[in-house]
């Protein structure tokens, strides 16, 4: 596939996609098929930021047919959701980097800082100790649920990977052992 220069404002032709009618992107709002004109593909990329998708028409017709897995691989998928506006062709999530590779576009995002972020999970750790500053899930986007159990300085939230540790008000943290007695435990079923 041949890369080429990305020479004009791409997303003039593109409108937007979402299973919400209204989008907010910062301090700007959209409507779902709405045309893009007003933003430019990077600065659209940077604020929608780790996690990201663009939307391409489903290679295969319908999701029975798919053979992207959403992997971290393959960093495209069958998309679920019920998107505005309704088309009429079924569409495939696809993450940043892959997107402009699909296309064989150069990517109009250059900075090395947000690409690695934009293959990054979304998923945000919802601890007020982080209000100030959010902490992200440090793994991959789309990655598979991570069941560790935290005792290697990371916390685990539903399969995700914070460098975040959080101690209960005054730094104290409470240790409970419990012994069932009842009988309840005996190993009967």
């Known amino acids: 596939m041949v890369r080429t220069q990305l020479r004009t404002a791409t997303c003039e ?3 937007f996609l979402s ?26 990329c ?26 971290t691989s393959d960093q495209r998928r069958h998309c679920t959701r019920r998107l505005e506006p309704k088309l009429e062709k079924e569409m495939d999530e696809i993450l940043h980097q892959q997107f402009w590779k699909t296309l064989g576009w150069e990517d109009p995002c250059t900075s090395k800082v947000e690409l690695e ?13 982080h209000d ?24 685990y939230v539903k399969g995700h990977k914070f460098d975040c540790s959080h101690v209960s008000k ?20």
């Open 13 to 15: 032709i593109r409108f």
């Open 117 to 129: 972020l934009f293959n990054k999970c979304g998923y945000k750790c919802d601890a007020p100790d």
């Open 19 to 44: 299973d919400t009618e209204d989008i907010n992107v910062d301090e700007r709002k959209y409507k779902a098929g709405e045309l893009g004109i007003a933003e430019m593909c990077n600065l659209y």
């Open 132 to 155: 100030d500053k959010p902490s992200y899930c440090v793994l991959p986007a789309w990655h598979k649920s991570n069941p560790n159990s935290g005792f290697d300085k990371f916390t």
């Open 46 to 71: 940077s604020k929608m930021g780790r996690e990201h998708v663009h939307y391409l028409n489903c290679d295969n017709g319908n999701r029975d047919n798919r053979v992207y897995t959403g992997s």
């Open 170 to 189: 005054g730094g104290k943290m409470h240790h409970v052992f419990v012994l069932d007695c009842s009988g309840s435990m005996n190993g009967q079923p």
